[in-house]
C-alpha cells in the first residue's frame, strides 16, 4: 500500500526512490511497535528492475492520511527553548467487528495487528520534520479519556505461511503480554533516512488487559510534540521516586537532572474508570513534588529538559519506594 501511494502521488520520480521511501515510510508507521512480522516485510522486499526507471503518474492527486472529524492543531507557548505543537483528537469514533475468533475495533477501517497482541484500531499521520528549522524531539501527553467494555474477546492476531498443497487452520496465537497489551496509545515516530526525514504520529486507540478482560476504547487525546534546534539530544534522568497515599491525595517526590536543565515534570494520573488527567510539579530544596488524586490507581511521570527532550517514565502505583530510573539510549 505505501508503494502504491508513492507511485500515484502524481510527481515524477524513480521507482527506486518511491521503494525506498515506501519502506521508510511504513517502518515510521510502526514507531516503538515494530516485530519480526514488520522485519519480514521490510527486508526480503526486492525489486527486479531498474531502479532509474522514471515514473509520473497523470492527473493524480496527493495521497494524505485521513484528518480525524474533531481534531485540532494548534502552536502553544513553549516554555522550554523551542517550539510546541498540540494535537487534541475530540470524539473519536471507532467501529465494531466480529468474528470467529473473538471481537475487534477499528478507526476509519484501519487496525494494527501483530502477533499475540490483540486487534486494536489505529491511526498514524504524518507530522511536520520541522518547524522553523527546529526537529522534533518529544512528545508529551496532556489528557486522555477512553470508553470500558468488560468481559471482552478480542481476536489475537496471528502471522502464518501457507504450505504449497495444504490449507491452513485459523486459530488465534498465544498472548505475549501479561498485564497491558501497550502502555500508551501515542508513539512518536522519527526517521532520518536516505531518501526521506519523516516524523510519524501514531496512535493505537484501544488496551486490553489480559488479567481483567477489560477493553479501552480512546475518545479523546491531547499531545503536545516539542520542538527544538539544540545540539543537546539525551533526555533528562529520574531517580528517588518516593508516592504515598496522604490527605485523599497521592504524593509523589523524585529527583530528576539534566545538563541542560529541568523544564518540567507532569504526572499522568489514571483514575481507571475513563480519564488520565495531568498534574506538574513543583520544586522544592532540589525535589520535584506533584500529586494526583486518591481515586487514581496508577501514573507515571513525563520530564521535559529545557531543550525540550521527554523522559516517559513506567507506569507506577499510589504506593512507590525510592526507585532509580534511567532513560533507554540506543544509538541512532
Known sequence: ?????????????TLGYALVHAKQQYFSTRANWVDYTDEKILIPMTLYGFPMLQIETPNAANVQSTVPNGFTLMQTEATFDGTAVTYQFDNLQTTFGQTELGTYFAYDGATIAQEGTPVQPYFQTEIPYTINQETARGIILRSASYNIYENFNPVIAQSWAMELGSAHQFAESEPIF???DRHWPYELAQFDGLVAHLTNL?????????????QRLFTDLTLEVTYSDSSDTIPPTMSNLVSKVENQTIQIGLSASDNHGIDQIIAVCDDMVGGWKTAVFHQYNNRWHGTCPQNSGQY???IVDKSGNVLRSNWYPPEVTAELFLPIMTRP
Not at 500500500?1 to 520520480?13: F, H, N, V, W
Open 178 to 180: 501479561a498485564n497491558w
Open 202 to 214: 501514531n496512535l493505537v486507540l484501544g488496551q486490553f488487559n489480559l488479567l481483567t478482560q477489560q
Open 1 to 13: 500500500l505505501a508503494l502504491t501511494q508513492q507511485l500515484i502521488r502524481g510527481e515524477r520520480q
Open 300 to 302: 507515571f511521570i513525563q
